[in-house]
C-alpha cells in the first residue's frame, strides 16, 4: 500500500498539471464557441435585424433569425409551405410539425402574411375542373401538395366524378380546412 501511495506522491505534479490543463482547455474552446455563437447571431442580427417576415417567402436563413426557430424547424416550416401552398394567415403555422403554441407566441409579433401575396395567388390561379386535372394542376391548389393531389385522383377513379364539394372531404387528407382554401380554385 505504501508503495502505491509512493508512487502517486512522486507523480501527483504531474496529475495536477494534466488537470490544470484540461481545465484551461476546456475554458477556452467553450470561450471560443460562445464567441462564435455570438459572432454569428450579431452576423444574422446586422443582415436581418428584428425585421418582420413574410412567412410566405422568407428564406431558410430568415426563418433562422426568429426566436425559437432553428435548423429543423426552418425546414419544417419550408416544407410545410412547399406543400400545401402559401400561408393564409400567421396562426396556420402552428400547423407546422414542431411549431406548438409557445413556438408560435415568441415569434407571432415578428411574422406577417403578405396580403399581396394572396390577392396575387387568388388572380394567377384560374378555376380548374377537378374532374378533369392532372396531378401537376392539382398539386398547385393552395394547400394540395402530390400527395393529395394523388389522392384526388385515385379517388376519383374509385369512385367516379365529384359533384359537390363535400365530395372532397371523403378523399384522404382533406378536411374542412383545405376544402375552405380550394374551393375559389375549382369547378365540377
Known amino acids: 500500500m505504501e508503495k502505491f501511495f509512493g ?3 512522486y507523480r501527483f505534479p504531474l496529475i495536477l498539471v494534466i488537470l490544470i490543463f484540461i481545465f484551461v482547455s476546456g475554458t477556452i474552446f467553450q470561450e471560443k464557441y460562445f464567441i462564435n455563437k455570438t459572432k454569428h447571431d450579431e452576423i444574422n442580427s446586422r443582415k436581418y435585424g428584428v425585421q418582420i417576415i413574410n412567412i410566405n417567402s422568407a428564406s431558410y436563413e430568415e426563418f433562422l433569425t426568429l426566436p425559437g426557430i432553428g435548423p429543423t424547424k426552418a425546414k419544417a416550416i419550408i416544407d410545410y409551405r412547399e406543400q400545401n401552398g402559401y400561408f393564409s394567415s400567421i396562426e396556420e403555422l402552428i400547423n407546422v410539425n414542431g411549431i406548438g403554441e409557445s413556438i408560435f407566441s415568441k415569434i407571432k409579433d415578428r411574422i406577417k402574411v403578405d396580403e399581396e401575396v394572396k390577392i396575387d ?3 394567377s390561379i384560374k378555376k380548374i375542373n ?3 386535372s392532372d396531378i401537376n394542376e392539382l398539386d398547385s391548389l393552395p394547400g394540395i401538395g402530390p400527395t393529395k393531389a394523388k389522392e384526388i385522383i385515385d379517388y376519383r377513379e374509385n369512385f367516379g366524378n365529384f359533384s359537390t364539394y363535400d365530395e ?3 378523399v384522404k387528407g382533406i378536411g374542412p380546412k383545405t ?3 380550394i374551393k375559389p380554385y375549382i369547378e365540377f
Do not use: G
Request: aromatic share 0%; hydrophobic share 35%; glycine share 0%.
Open 7 to 9: 508512487k502517486i506522491k
Open 168 to 170: 372532397l372531404l371523403n
Open 179 to 181: 376544402l375552405e382554401k
Open 130 to 132: 377537378i374532374n378533369k
Open 121 to 123: 395567388k387568388e388572380n
